[in-house]
């Protein structure tokens, strides 16, 4: 997925660690590059410190790039504060300031991979329907041009206080959610817990029904296993949770 996004593919992924997101974004755009494509990362300006480094361990040479065109770097408050406006994003700047970045960028490179963190800073400020909004725009967008888009928010999804709705909600603007580093472990990890608090019949079960019934977006069964529990059956999602969370990193 991240070596190969499909155009209007709209990654996201949820983090504790940072060091974790910067491996992520950073592998996303170095693949991108080495192949001639572009890239755009619109972050906060520690992240992008961060975002350098992984990408120059991974044999970036990010001044070259910036030079020539192929990696644009932009402040994520600065480039949100050019289209709200009374705390709502505005479709007619946005496609203007954030479109016009990436279709002027398209003229010159194949296709272009997009990072962005403006929903994040929105979600953070408690402005939820403003961030969905954003995600909207984002995906209205890709009908219009051609890239693939990576969004992170920072989220806890061992915390059984993140489903309910704001998981869901995430989940319904995106193509795919990343959840862990590793899904093999992360899988197993559920696995274990999900046997331990109930019996290996209904553990089979529920493994079962998410594969059977995939949510809006592509993720780990692990992950689907968690969303069907917190649905279905809480409390028993709050024990495997715990289960999960203490699993030895």
Wanted: glycine share 6%; hydrophobic share 45%.
């Amino acid at each position: 997925m991240l070596e190969q996004p499909a155009l209007g593919d709209h990654i996201v992924q949820v983090y504790q660690d940072r060091e974790f997101l910067a491996e992520t974004v950073a592998e996303y755009v170095s693949i991108g590059l080495q192949r001639g494509e572009a890239a755009v990362l619109i972050a906060r300006p520690d992240h992008v410190i961060a975002f350098e480094h992984h990408l120059s361990l991974r044999g970036c040479n990010v001044q070259r790039a910036v030079a020539a065109g192929r990696l644009r770097l932009l402040d994520a408050q600065a480039t949100l504060d050019l289209f709200m406006r009374d705390g709502e994003p505005m479709w007619q700047p946005f496609h203007e300031r954030v479109g016009g970045v990436i279709a002027d960028m398209r003229l010159r490179f194949p296709t272009v991979r997009a990072y962005g963190e403006m929903v994040d800073i929105l979600w953070q400020d408690g402005q939820r329907d403003a961030a969905i909004r954003l995600e909207e725009f984002w995906n209205d967008l890709a009908k219009l041009e051609t890239f693939s888009l990576f969004c992170a928010y920072f989220m806890d999804n061992l915390d059984a206080g993140s489903y309910g709705g704001p998981l869901e909600c995430v989940c319904k603007v995106h193509t795919h959610l990343i959840p862990a580093r590793d899904y093999t472990l992360f899988n197993q990890a559920v696995s274990r817990a999900s046997r331990k608090v109930l019996d290996e019949p209904l553990s089979r079960m529920m493994f079962h029904l998410a594969e059977e019934h995939p949510l809006s977006a592509e993720m780990p069964v692990g992950q689907a296993v968690l969303f069907w529990l917190q649905k279905n059956m809480p409390r028993t999602a709050e024990r495997v949770l715990q289960e999960v969370r203490a699993e030895p990193s």
